[in-house]
C-alpha cells in the first residue's frame, strides 16, 4: 500500500447524500484524506491504534486509518443519515480490499462520546454556522486522546495554536491544504471553491 493507492480506494467512497447546511457537512477529498493519513501513519499513528473518527460523516477517515492497520475505530456522528452512509462505505471497502475491519458506530452529539483511543483524526464544522463548534470538537479530543489530528480554517491558525497550548497540548506537524467545496447549496455560487485549511498534529505535553 502507498498512498496512490489509498486515494484511489478513498475516491470510490460515496459521500454525503443529503448534506445539512447547518452542520457544515462538507466531504474530505479522497487526496486530502489520504495525505494525512499517510503522514500519520508515517509517524506511527495509525497502525495497531485504536482511533476516533469525530463528525465521521462519511467516514472517509475512519476507513482511511482501517485500510492502513488501525486496530479499531470509533465512528462518532450525529447526523443518523450519515452514520448510515458511513456503514454502508465501510462495507463497500471490506469487499474491495477483502478484509473484515474493526468498528463501532454511534450516533450521537461528539460531546457525549467518552472512550478512551490512542489517536483521534477529526474534520469538525469550522464554526461557520455555530460559532465555536471547531472549539467543542477540540475539547472533546483532547479529553479523550494524547494524540490529535484535527482540521481547522488556516486563518484561525493562531486560535488553534493557542488553545492547544492552554490544554497542555503542542503542535507537533501542520499540514496546509486548499478543501474543495463542490457546489451543494443554493447559496453557493460556483461549482467549485477552494478553502484554505490546515491540519493540526497535536500532542498531548
Known amino acids: 500500500m502507498n498512498k496512490k493507492e489509498l486515494e484511489l480506494l478513498l475516491s470510490q467512497l460515496m459521500e454525503f447524500q443529503d448534506p445539512d447546511v447547518k452542520l457544515e457537512q462538507y466531504s474530505t477529498s479522497s487526496d486530502i484524506a489520504a495525505d494525512c493519513l499517510w503522514n500519520a501513519y508515517l509517524n506511527k499513528h495509525i497502525t495497531g491504534k485504536t482511533i476516533a473518527d469525530l463528525g465521521a460523516g462519511p467516514g472517509i477517515f475512519g476507513i482511511g486509518a482501517l485500510i492502513l492497520g488501525a486496530r479499531k475505530v470509533y465512528f462518532v456522528e450525529f447526523d443518523k443519515e450519515a ?25 450521537m452529539d461528539v460531546k457525549d462520546f467518552d472512550k478512551k483511543v490512542a ?87
Open 83 to 107: 452514520i448510515k452512509v458511513a456503514k454502508d462505505n465501510l462495507k463497500k471497502m471490506e469487499k474491495l480490499v477483502g478484509k473484515k475491519f474493526k468498528a463501532e458506530f454511534f450516533n
Open 119 to 205: 489517536v483521534v483524526i477529526q474534520n469538525p464544522p469550522f464554526g461557520v454556522k455555530e460559532t465555536h463548534a471547531d472549539k467543542l470538537f477540540l475539547i472533546k479530543a483532547m479529553e479523550i486522546s494524547k494524540i490529535i489530528y484535527s482540521f481547522h480554517k488556516f486563518n484561525t491558525r493562531d486560535f488553534v495554536e493557542k488553545f492547544a497550548k492552554e490544554n497542555g497540548f503542542k503542535v507537533f506537524i501542520t499540514f496546509r491544504y486548499k478543501l474543495p467545496l463542490r457546489q451543494k447549496f443554493w447559496f453557493h455560487t460556483s461549482r467549485i471553491k477552494r478553502i484554505d485549511v490546515g491540519c493540526w498534529g497535536l500532542r498531548s505535553t
